[in-house]
């Protein structure tokens, strides 16, 4: 039985790469309390099937809720792509009516609007998020008019989540996936980095593109797109608890998460297993 009380903020990804939102999340709404969860041990989730996908986002929303949230952010393009409508269609109606899931893709495509001169837009992500086609389908509703080329990039969650994000070894995977991009468009303005991991490959991917096109971020996006929900739904603001406080779970090895979460976040911070 779900507890009908107000509770944090859930805000869940495959790993690490949420924390790229969260981050931007509380800078902007420090006041509520959040309950970050990462599913490193089954991290990838870039590279699974659609019902992997689907079955480990609901196990892991569920979770939440269990530890009283009452509004949960898939922190994860791939779980947002493949996940996000079918929990909300499927288990919220079962599991309790009142909650929400929400996702990372709208907000980061309402927002090309503003940023594209040429509407050549350029995505980068899981391949999983790249062949489920929901950037292409979600850009054609709002700009019918804009170009979509996508490419997957399936080694840059690894080098991400095995800290090798710095590393020589990077710069090859980086020159590799943004070049093929530019091979199928070479007049591409602007580029989504459209999954949570990749903000931490930023700085070889900017200077990879160079003044090419410009590459935009999530986590600002979303954190506006919450304040502005939040702002619009006083019923479920109401739900969530105001302390300032984040708790850190993740599925593997609670102290090894600690070390890589706090050099993200830049701040020290405490971890807890979960089995889910
Ligand atoms: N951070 C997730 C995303 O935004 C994906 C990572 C993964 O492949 O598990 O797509």
């Known amino acids: 039985m779900l507890s009908s009380a107000p509770g944090p903020i859930g805000v869940f990804d495959s790993g690490y790469g949420g924390l790229t939102i969260l981050k931007e999340i509380r800078e902007r709404l420090p006041e509520y309390d959040y309950i970050y969860l990462g599913d490193n041990a089954r991290n990838p989730y870039g590279t699974r099937s659609f019902d992997v996908v689907y079955e480990f986002t609901r196990q892991a929303v569920h979770a939440l809720f269990e530890r009283g949230c009452r509004l949960v952010i898939l922190a994860c393009n791939t ?49 999983g998020t790249i062949s489920s086609g929901t950037y292409d389908i979600e850009i054609a509703k709002f700009f019918p008019q804009f170009r979509t080329v996508s490419v997957a990039c399936p080694m840059w969650v690894p080098l991400v989540e095995n800290k090798e994000y710095d590393s020589p070894g990077a710069d090859y995977f980086v020159e590799k996936y943004v070049e093929q991009l530019f091979a199928e468009e070479p007049d591409i303005d602007t580029i989504i980095l459209g999954c949570t991991h990749y903000p931490l490959l930023i700085d070889k991917i900017r200077s990879r593109v160079g003044d090419r096109a410009s590459i935009i971020t999530q986590g600002e996006l979303v954190a506006a797109s919450l304040a502005d929900y939040l702002r619009r739904h006083p019923e479920m603001d109401q739900k969530c608890t105001r302390g300032g406080t984040c708790t850190y779970l993740t599925t593997e090895n609670p102290d090894k998460f600690a070390e890589l979460a706090q050099s993200f976040m830049q701040t020290s911070l405490t971890a807890s297993h979960i089995t889910l």
């Open 79 to 127: 779980a947002s792509a493949k996940a996000l409508r079918s929990i909300q269609q499927k288990d919220l109606p079962v599991w309790d009516d009142s909650r929400r899931v929400l996702g990372v893709i709208i907000p980061t495509v309402e927002a090309l609007g503003s940023i594209s001169k040429n509407g050549n837009i350029g995505v980068l992500g899981t391949p």
